[in-house]
């Protein structure tokens, strides 16, 4: 029977239910355990494997086990049952999509769990709705049972996980698609799987999943909760512990109100081991306490005591020593606060002992964030009142609003699901941790979190309101401190980007490196690929002897352990250096020793030592991550690649990790307006003796110039999205012959000016605006082509005339013609215009009645034209710059180049509308869009030539051939997204779309047609052209090669994952 009004279709595992463990396959591993047969893991995947092309269920699988193992049929019966009760054990629900179920919609499983199991674990996940259950795990795959289903059925959306199979086979069958990431791993949730902390990673991650609000609000809290409190405090919990221990402790004592939800956790991970009490205390009540105040006080502040707050400065329980009259008290901190109060009158006397795992040297604002998201329902306390031998609370009047309330009970919820479900995760490994790891990770949560404003959105009057009324009454001067510590509620982390800053300084702020641990299979891995070795070749001048070692340790850490190193001592006259050198022992190491020559010369020397099949240049004062070695060795097994980069950092004298250079995948014009990809430089050995090393011409640049050299001889190269190399700060080069910064710009120049020479290429380097130091390519115009400029219109006459006498009035180039397509225009304005307009020489209007199709009409403009270049623009544009055609032209003529887009400014020429098209996980989005106009963005985009994965086609320009070789515009996208696809279609046929930042234009963005989303038609249809995109171009479904995963995938100007 046929539902009237329609029904949602839903995948099952990973949309509505999913595993605790993240890795599928680790429920073998429990089950080998539970069943103490060895290698059961192995042979239990290896017999569904054997199955993966076929049509199979559990009993298949088990028939072929059953073969594996030899056993009999009530044995592999037994362990059927026991993979069964193993799964039930560990299904977690994803709540979000549990909430969006109704009664009647339709589930789909393609595991091989027969029906009635899959009820039971959709029953045991919390789902209570009448929903009618399609188990197959191949009709989905292939698309198999739509046909069906849409017979019996209106499918309103099908919501899944899988690409291919949720989008792409639902789109065939003509049913929109909603694809949910939710069960994958989170950034925050990354970092506990990338040190090998997986336990805690699974377990933040089933909290996540399972803890669901529809509240937005609601929901940034209890996130706020398990990814970044819950960590903070239960790393903490280890530091507190082992101090507690090591100061022989029995009493573990927790201030209010920052430590209310804290000492339950302690309890959990520490059950029995101390008493743990809760401290009804403030800072008022500590400096002006009455007597009971003072003997409820003494209970706790014993001998055998830590008293334990979030943070604080102290100064308050130094006046508290002084009016108990203690000696000593030892206090823990999460983050200790500066303690110079002298301005407020009180007096420190050092009576206090304070542990602290964050120092005085950390932003004070970001306590706040700590202390927000410890709120709790009870007011400040003012004083205690004894009563019949009780202790009893007096808390200061005051008013939360119920939505503050009902979030402090969200958060108290989601932190307790988090200290509930510890119990299914064996934890004791992380809480044996090194201390250092623990301690780091409270410092990377603490930052995390303290970039999110929304707690201070929420209820920051308040929170700083209360504060400052009892600062009030400790001193006058309370106001000017709130004034000189709270954080600026208005100028958020984007601020430096509005201002026009480097986004990289707002990106690098956040960013903290993490050093990963070996994956379980590593030793495997290596085994294999025992056939790829590298040599670390490492030219040395005066480099300070701590500084080798730690470039030479960092070498010496690696996971993968088939490399050699090759020292070359430059003609070093620092005796410290010289001796250091003198007493390595490592039988891998081989020092080379020159009398001081350029950097590509003694690099070249060391090369002349170097045995393995790949080359890794390392900087003197430069590390490798602990497993650059291994993600190489790694990418070459998988890509046969000839040339490897990757990510990087800097490294300041700290030791701190900066500046992140989260790079994009290969691009050409990218690399010939600056050198992006880094100092992480590795190169198969023969390609390099085959194009001649290093040029000694180019030093400074010398890097740059052979990159260029060895991407003209192969495509084979890859991108390892990882940090793998940190450079140090303010290092000389290794080298008496240092180039000045002056010089090396100038290197950067000719060898971009070689490397258009070796390409046949004309063109020259000019120094860009707002960027000091930078230079473009100019490419120069080949030939005198004609460029057909393509403007579909209707109705908008005077806006239209606008544009095309823009580019009488302004462009210097002036071989054009314009083909102008009239959609219908009925206004007498409009028609005036467009009979004027084709009257002129150079210009034919082609009268097309029929409903928009910005395909078709586009198409029909190129079959009517005659030009070698087509620019395809909106009537809605005018021309800026005079130069804008002749920049794209030379960058439209590159043989490797398809689209070609501009800079389009809002009304006001102030603001971007676009500089390029990130493809986002949600959608394709204008990067910086809204941004001031010269802007750099990260890594220099917004001014400088980049290759993007897409460029807006109300300005987009490309060669004839180019555009018929890919096909056109696809005419089934009829509004949205024809521009992308077709900058899709021609990355499919190895085209690089680029930016040419330096071309302006105006853009009133859809002044003709509207926004795509003001009524639901057109959001539904929009949807639907989305999901016509991705089936299209599955591979590009939520990624993107000039974009990077360690960058935000749902913000468009380039921010840190978080």
Partial sequence: MTSASGVNTFDVFDTLIARRCVHPVKIFSLMEKKLNIKNFAIARQAAEQTLTNQKHNIDNIYKRLQKILSVSDEYIEFIKRTEIETELENIIPIAENISKVSNGDILISDMYLPEK?????????????????????????????????????????????????????????????????????????????DIAFTAFGELCRETRLATWSTDANERKAQIN???????????????????????????????????????????????????????????????????????????????????????????????????????????????????????????????????????????????????????????????????????????????????????????????????????????????????????????????????????????????????????????DSAISRYLNYKPDVIGKVDAQIEQGLYSIRTTSAGYVYVPKAPPRESAEVIARLAGIRFSVIVPIYNTPPHLVGRMLASVQRQWFPHWQVILVDNGSTSEETRRFLNEIEDQRVTIVRTSGIGISEATNTGLTQATGEYVLFLGHGDELADNCLYALAQAIASTNADYLYSDEDRVDAAGNHLHPSFKPDWSPDTCMSLMYTGNTCCVNRQLLDSIGNLRTEYDGSHIWDLVLRITEHTSRITHVPDVLYHSRQDMPVASTQSPHASEIIACGINVRTAALRRRGQIGTLEPVEHAPGFHRVSYAVQGDPLVSIIIPSRNNGQILLRCVDSFYLRSQWKQVEFIILDNGSDQPDTLSILNELNNR???????????????ELNNIGVRSSRGDILLHLNDDTELLTPDALTRMIGYAQLPHVGAVGAKLLYPGEQFIQHTGVVNLSQAPEHAFIRQPKYVPGYGMRGLLEYDWSAVTGACLMMERRKFDLVGGFDETFPVAYNDIELCFRALSRQFYNVMCPSALFLHYESMSRGSDFVTAERRARVTQDWQRLYTRHPSLLMHDAFHNPNLNPHNANFTLAL
């Avoid at 197959?136 to 046909?147: D, F, L, P, R, V």
């Avoid at 990770?441 to 929304?454: G, P």
């Fill in 225 to 475: 909760q398990i990814s970044f409190n819950f960590p903070i405090l239960f790393f903490s919990s280890i530091s507190l512990y082992r101090l507690a221990k090591k100061l022989n402790k029995k009493r573990i004592v927790f201030s209010s109100r920052d430590c209310h939800l804290w000492i339950g956790l302690f309890e959990a991970m520490y059950p029995g081991e101390f008493t743990c009490s809760y401290y009804y205390t403030s800072r008022y009540a500590k400096v002006f306490c009455a007597d009971d105040y003072i003997a409820y006080t003494k209970e706790f502040l014993t001998d055998d005591a830590i008293l334990v707050d979030i943070c604080g400065s102290g100064w308050s329980l130094e006046k508290l020593c002084d009016n108990i009259d203690v000696a000593r008290i030892d206090a823990f901190f999460i983050h200790k606060l500066p303690k110079d109060r002298g301005h407020m009158g009180i007096k420190t006397h050092g009576k206090c002992t304070f542990h602290a795992i964050l120092d005085e040297g950390i932003e004070v604002y970001k306590s706040y964030f700590l202390e927000m998201v410890n709120f709790t329902d009870h007011g400040m306390v003012k004083d205690i009142r004894i009563v019949n031998g009780t202790p009893c609370p007096i808390f200061f009047d005051e008013t939360r609003s119920e939505d503050e309330m009902r979030y402090v009970t969200t958060q108290k919820q989601a932190f307790d699901a988090c200290v509930s479900r510890m119990k299914h995760y064996d934890l004791q490994p992380i809480l044996e941790a090194d201390m250092t790891i623990c301690e780091k990770l409270v410092s990377i949560f603490y930052a995390l979190l303290s970039k999110n404003t929304f707690m201070l959105d929420l209820y920051g009057q308040n929170f700083f309101r209360e504060t400052e009324e009892v600062e009030k009454i400790i001193a």
């Fill in 117 to 193: 199991y899959i009820h039971s674990l959709l029953s045991r996940a919390g789902l209570k709705k009448e929903v009618g259950l399609i188990v197959t795990n191949y009709g989905k795959h292939h698309g198999y049972i739509w046909k069906d289903i849409l017979s019996n059925f209106s499918v309103k959306k099908h919501i899944g996980d899988n690409a291919h199979a949720d989008v792409f086979r639902a789109a065939e069958a003509g049913i929109p698609s909603e694809i949910t990431n939710s069960h994958q791993i989170s950034p925050p949730e990354k970092i506990f799987f």
């Fill in 841 to 855: 020489d150079a210009v034919q209007v082609i009268r097309h009645d029929a409903p928009f199709n910005y395909s």
